[in-house]
């Protein structure tokens, strides 16, 4: 069966860094797309950052700079690395597939205050 179990989340002062991670299973994980979604309480879950097969990355503008997707097709596991974090990232933080997102995990909560 297909899950996605994310980590890493957290509490973090302003311009401070996380690395997020994502282990996948039920997938043959090297085929697929995959992204990091989040979602603000009260706002719709909105996409982050993806990573295709061939591993070429797209960050939103709002990350770019800052946030930084990667993938281990061994450990079946995409990761996101954020620095110079902003209240505005606080979320709770999921990934997926890139296309035809679901079985939704509980996703990291991660927290931007001073």
């Known amino acids: 069966q297909l899950q996605f179990v994310e980590s890493g989340g957290g509490l973090v002062q302003p311009g401070g860094s996380l690395r997020l991670s994502c282990v996948v299973s039920g997938i043959t994980f090297s085929t697929y797309g995959m992204a990091w979604y989040r979602q603000a309480p009260g706002k719709e879950r909105e996409w982050v950052a993806r990573?295709?097969?061939?591993?070429?990355?797209v960050v939103q503008d709002f990350g770019k700079g800052r946030f930084t997707i990667s993938r281990d097709n061994v450990k079946n596991s995409v990761y996101l690395q954020m620095n110079n974090l902003k209240p505005e990232d606080t979320a709770v933080y999921y990934c997926n597939l890139l296309v035809g997102q679901t079985n939704w995990g509980q996703g990291t909560q991660v927290t931007v205050s001073s």
């Open positions: 990573i295709t097969t061939s591993e070429i990355t």
